[in-house]
């Protein structure tokens, strides 16, 4: 069997344009512009193009981006400060501090530090709560942009096993989360799980998040099986730099059902999501409907 290719590229696309249509609309019938802040500390290069990426989607989306760039050396009162001032700010429907910060500075402490409603990321403490007890939460965006591939592949995911490989609080607990709210039955692996490839093969769907490049071997699918690669790693090949995710692409393609490929798989979701956290965390603040398939 050769997979099927779940072309993220595509789907962000039209998340986004969804996401731009709303906007238009709540400007029109309500004068309202969602707004996103987006906090960088420091001069990482990989953040500041994620960064500058981010401005540039929310702006042709139709919202207002706010960027704050703060020197490496911020102090942590002053990161405090700042967010208090978004916290405050009625222009700023969703705050996001981009991660890592640098060593120096508590993430744990600016994460809990903003208004859980404008949380965009789903990082703060109440929202990591509220998603693991099924109630209404912002809601990690690379998690969320995997459901949105899921369940536009699968339509209902109830019933399925799902394996998600990686237990970070940015993706592996969330995305667990997400498919049991889905009615899947949920296993989380790792790195230090025993025999991997025997867990893995009892996937229907099968979430690599682990952070190690190409590490899920198409031995590790089960045939037909749904593989997701949330894996963005660089490695040098033939003297080049290239990206690869967790999956071995070539091995894991001739086995599965359906696989994102990386580039243009999970990795475009993630902005496209962020963009409609901004949009529904606009809408909740002002008590206004939310946009259908936007959320979780
Ligand atoms: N750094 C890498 N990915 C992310 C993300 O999704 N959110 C934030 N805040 N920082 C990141």
New binding site residues.
């Given amino acids: 069997m050769t997979a099927r290719v779940i072309d993220g590229k595509a789907f962000a696309a039209r998340v986004r344009a969804q996401v731009a249509a709303h906007v238009a609309r709540l400007r029109d019938e309500h004068g309202l512009v969602p707004g996103l802040a987006v906090v960088l500390v420091g001069e990482d290069p990989a953040?500041q193009v994620?960064v500058r990426n981010k401005g540039t989607q929310t702006t042709e989306a139709g919202m207002q981006s706010f960027e704050h760039r703060l020197p490496a050396q911020t102090s942590e009162a002053d990161l405090l400060a700042l967010i208090a001032a978004l916290n405050a700010d009625p222009a700023v429907h969703g705050i996001?501090?981009?991660?890592?910060l640098p060593k120096h500075l508590d993430s744990d402490l600016a994460i809990n530090a903003i208004d859980p409603a404008k949380d965009v990321?789903g990082?703060h403490i109440s929202n990591v709560g509220l998603l693991g007890t099924g109630q209404k939460a912002m809601v990690?965006?690379?998690p969320l942009g995997c459901l949105m591939l899921l369940r536009d592949h699968h339509g209902s995911l109830a019933g399925l096993n799902a394996v998600v490989v990686g237990r970070s609080n940015?993706v592996g607990k969330p995305m667990a989360q997400l498919l049991l709210g889905d009615s899947c039955t949920v296993t989380i692996a790792h790195s230090r799980t025993k025999d991997l490839g025997a867990v893995c093969r009892g996937a229907d769907i099968l979430v690599a998040a682990v952070g190690r490049a190409e590490m899920i071997t198409g031995d590790m699918v089960r045939p037909g099986a749904t593989v997701i690669d949330v894996g963005i790693n660089r490695v040098e090949r033939n003297g080049k730099l290239r990206l690869v995710g967790d999956v071995d692409y070539a091995s894991a393609a001739a086995v599965a059902g359906a696989i994102t490929p990386v580039p243009g798989g999970v990795g475009p979701m993630?902005i496209a999501c962020?963009l409609a956290n901004t949009l529904t965390a606009c809408c909740r603040a002002k008590g206004l409907p939310e946009p259908d398939g936007l959320t979780a």
Avoid: G, K, M
């Fill in positions: 953040s994620y996001l501090v981009q991660l890592p990321d990082f990690p965006c690379t940015i993630t962020l």
